[in-house]
């Protein structure tokens, strides 16, 4: 008898035919056959509650003679116990080597299937058609694989440590640099704050010089009048007096007051020039501005009926309406305007024109409410919904302008850029190339949404130049 049937007997003997488990406290009845106590009370327990099955009183039936068995009578089989717990620790009778539907020893391995089984289930139909070898076979050829597979693993672990390793070493070194980098914009920053205080400064004091120096002149030219006045007046008193007198009193020495009158020197002072030569104008301001730029392009579908916008991407026009062009009601009809095609409502905004001034031109360009009167002439002011400055070239176009007129620019840059901070209700102008500040509206609020807004003077009056597309009067 080799080892493994040696091994199977020994399960059958350590094994209750109640449980089909190995013994646990097993007792031997009078016919000589062993169970576990627990399986044996619970089967007779059963078999109480059955008529006509004892024949005896106190007696019952072994469950596999059925022969009668006083229970007084039950021994405790101790060898049995050591046979139970041998056969539970020995290898080779682990459950896991039990077939769990024939509980034969798995001898077999279906490589179908990839799993062990047993010789009663390689004549089952499900295993049948399979490719089947004994286990001892099967165990060589896939330790082999295990084997390498898991040699390949430790490669891809040992690869995986030398790029974890790489990877920490980065992050160490980016955390680095990044920490660096913040040490640096935050120097940075304090240094340019520093130099705005500083030219903050200087531009303020070049105010206060240039505010005292112009006081002085006006002053002087004050005191000045002020003092000819004063002579004015004493002498047309004399002369009130003169008058007042006796003709003969009248009469005598004429020659005296008449000389003070000649003598008497008028002067009227040059006017003193008002016009502010300190320019506010905040170093790396149009950078920032440009942070929050904007791609703006008008509308061609409310523009002006005879303004064209000509797309230079594109190259071609966006708008070339002929006489006649229907005129829809939300096209502007008073003055050659368009708007952006996008309204905003938050938020802050910057974008910047482009111009070519040529002869007398007005044009204005700022913002506007997205509902102003588009066939109406009324002046371009905050009450009316436009946030604008106005651009001037030539002396024809000043006598035109109404009292409510916004700022005016005499001299217009070449490129202008408005930015609009809609929840701090502020429109703002700069010189786009120069940076410096040209004017700003100030409200708590806006009305509404609002529109980048055009205007442009008369025919032959130059070109406005908004992102990518320029506008022109046709004429």
Not at 194 to 199: D, I
Request: hydrophobic residues 35%; proline residues 7%; aromatic residues 6%.
């Amino acid at each position: 008898m080799d080892a493994v049937e040696l091994a199977r007997k020994l399960q059958e003997e350590a094994t209750c035919s109640i449980c089909l488990d190995y013994f646990t406290d097993p007792v031997m009845t009078a016919c000589g056959h062993n169970f576990c106590r627990e399986c044996l009370r619970l089967s007779w327990e059963k078999a109480r509650g059955k008529k006509g099955r004892r024949k005896r009183r106190g007696a019952f039936p072994c469950p596999e003679c059925r022969e009668l068995s006083p229970q007084r009578n039950l021994r405790p089989n101790r060898l049995l116990t050591k046979v139970a717990e041998m056969a539970r620790q020995h290898p080779s009778l682990q459950s896991r080597d039990l077939c769990t539907l024939h509980q034969e020893l798995l001898k077999l391995f279906c490589e179908d299937d990839q799993s062990p089984i047993c010789v009663v289930c390689r004549e089952s139909r499900e295993h049948r058609p399979h490719r089947v070898v004994p286990v001892e076979e099967a165990v060589q050829v896939y330790k082999s694989r295990l084997e390498e597979d898991m040699e390949h693993l430790r490669q891809e672990m040992t690869a995986t440590g030398k790029l974890q390793a790489r990877e920490e070493q980065t992050l160490a070194e980016w955390q680095e640099k990044v920490k660096e980098q913040r040490e640096r914009i935050v120097a940075e920053f304090e240094k340019m704050g520093l130099f705005l205080v500083e030219e903050k400064q200087r531009l303020l004091q070049t105010l206060k010089d240039e505010e005292e120096e112009t006081a002085v002149r006006l002053r002087e030219s004050t005191a000045a009048l002020q003092q000819q006045s004063h002579s004015l007046e004493m002498l047309l008193l004399q002369l009130e007096d003169r008058r007042e007198r006796e003709p003969l009193q009248m009469l005598q020495d004429m020659k005296d007051p008449l000389g003070r009158k000649n003598s008497l020197s008028v002067q009227y002072p040059e006017a003193t020039p008002t016009v502010l030569r300190t320019v506010c104008r905040v170093p790396g301001e149009i950078e920032v501005l440009k942070s929050f730029q904007e791609d703006v392009v008008p509308d061609p579908a409310t523009a002006y009926p005879y303004l064209l916008l000509y797309e230079s991407r594109q190259r071609r026009y966006l708008s070339a309406p002929p006489d006649g062009t229907p005129r829809g009601t939300d096209r502007f009809l008073a003055y050659p305007c368009a708007v952006g095609q996008q309204a905003f409502s938050s938020g802050r905004h910057y974008w910047e024109v482009g111009m070519n001034l040529t002869g007398d031109a007005l044009w204005s360009l700022g913002v506007c409410r997205d509902n102003v009167s588009r066939k109406d002439r009324v002046p371009k002011c905050p009450e009316n919904g436009f946030w604008v400055v106005q651009l001037c070239r030539g002396k024809k176009c000043l006598p035109a302008l109404p009292p409510s007129t916004p700022i005016m620019l005499a001299e217009p840059p070449s490129h202008v850029g408005v930015f609009l901070d809609f929840e701090a209700g502020e429109v703002s102008f700069y010189n786009a190339k120069d940076g410096s500040h040209l004017h700003t509206y100030s409200q708590p609020t806006f009305p509404g949404p609002l529109q980048p807004f055009f205007c442009l003077g008369a025919p032959k009056s130059g070109q406005m130049v908004i992102s990518t597309v320029t506008l022109w009067v046709k004429g």
